[in-house]
């Protein structure tokens, strides 16, 4: 949806060909799309797409826009951080809830990097009954690439959907991976 959260800067102008060229401006990482070129009268419209940054942000920004636009006003300042844990009771007004492998499945089918981000917070709950953070389950990702049999040199994470230009993964680490898949009861 439309938000404040993201900027459009459009310098484009009319001209004799169409050469559009539609960026994101990754200095100081912010959320601004960049839009370059030229273009004619009979220009047609294309859609361009491209990744958030700082994605839990892009969520409560949007949120609390919406509330606004629907008579809801919100106090204080949005509050976002990677690993944070409320202790104040909740009421639960809906739950949705996807088996793992369906979730999983959507994830790479599209390559949902809020999806994915949002599991690799979810796998420690789920599998080790820790906290739900970013730490905890990178802990359990190198504790899968080492059963694997993946060298720690061949890997780097700081995050669960890729999108970080400090992810690295070697070609074999990821042999490594599919290799131990292969091995396994499961297909």
Sequence with gaps: PQSSFI??????????????????????NVNT?????????YFYPQTYEFSVRHPAHYFGTVFREMLGQHGVSVAGSLLVTRDFTDHHPRVQVFTLAHSIDTVVTYINKVSDNLGAECLL?????????????AKNGI?????FLQICGVDSTEY???????????DLLTPNAIVHVLRYDLGQPYK
Excluded: C, F, W
């Design 7 to 28: 900027k459009v800067k459009n310098l484009a102008h009319l001209g004799t060909t169409d050469t559009i060229n539609v960026t994101r401006e990754l200095i100081h």
């Design 33 to 41: 799309i960049v839009i370059t070129g030229t273009y004619t009268h």
């Design 121 to 133: 917070r979810d796998v420690p709950m789920a599998t080790a009954n820790e906290v739900g953070s």
């Design 139 to 143: 802990k359990l990702e190198r504790q």
């Design 156 to 166: 780097y994470i700081v995050d669960g959907s890729g999108v970080s230009h400090y």
